[in-house]
């Protein structure tokens, strides 16, 4: 058997504990007995935690998006299709000026990633006229 280098040592130390399940058990017990034990993995946070302090990025996001085709609903109708490169302009609570949401670009993003998207966003959507949500 090869003897192992420091760079092998390295790697195996930095190995993450999703990869060490991935090996055999012998091997798992090989890297038992040379001293090379898994990081623990960091607990996970709960979703509880993030809305005590506001919502995410992408939560965020997702308003400001929301905001955008509400405006655009209320002007142009339920029946006209946002082309892809229209920008709307939307007022947002702490800035001055109003801020340009890409509301096309938005709409195929959510579209396409709209199994990522919760019961109450898919809901609002709908209302809006979005028939794939």
Same mark, same amino acid.
Request: with cysteine.
């Given at each position: +058997? ?7 040592? %390295?790697?195996? /130390?930095? +190995?993450?504990?999703?990869? &060490? ?6 091997? *798992?017990? &090989? =890297?038992?007995? =040379?001293?090379?034990?898994? #990081?623990?993995?960091?607990?996970? /946070? ?22 955008? =085709? /509400?405006?655009?609903?209320? &002007? ?7 082309? %892809?490169?229209?920008?709307?302009? !939307?007022?947002?609570?702490?800035? #001055? ?9 938005? !709409? ?9 998207? /919760? ?10 006229? +979005? *028939?794939?949500?």
């Amino acid at each position: +058997m090869p003897l192992l280098t420091s760079r092998h040592c %390295r790697a195996l /130390t930095a +190995m993450k504990p999703t990869h &060490r399940t991935q090996l055999l058990p012998g091997q *798992q017990e &090989r =890297l038992s007995k =040379l001293g090379v034990q898994p #990081d623990q993995a960091p607990a996970p /946070t709960p979703a509880t935690a993030r809305t005590a302090e506001g919502p995410s990025k992408a939560q965020q996001a997702f308003q400001r998006g929301l905001a955008a =085709l /509400t405006q655009w609903v209320e &002007r142009e109708g339920a029946h006209r299709q946002v082309p %892809r490169g229209h920008a709307e302009a !939307i007022a947002v609570d702490g800035q #001055d000026e109003p801020v340009a949401v890409k509301l096309g670009v938005w !709409i195929s993003n959510t579209k396409t990633r709209r199994h990522k998207l /919760t019961a109450e966003q898919l809901a609002a959507l709908r209302e809006l006229g +979005m *028939q794939w949500a």
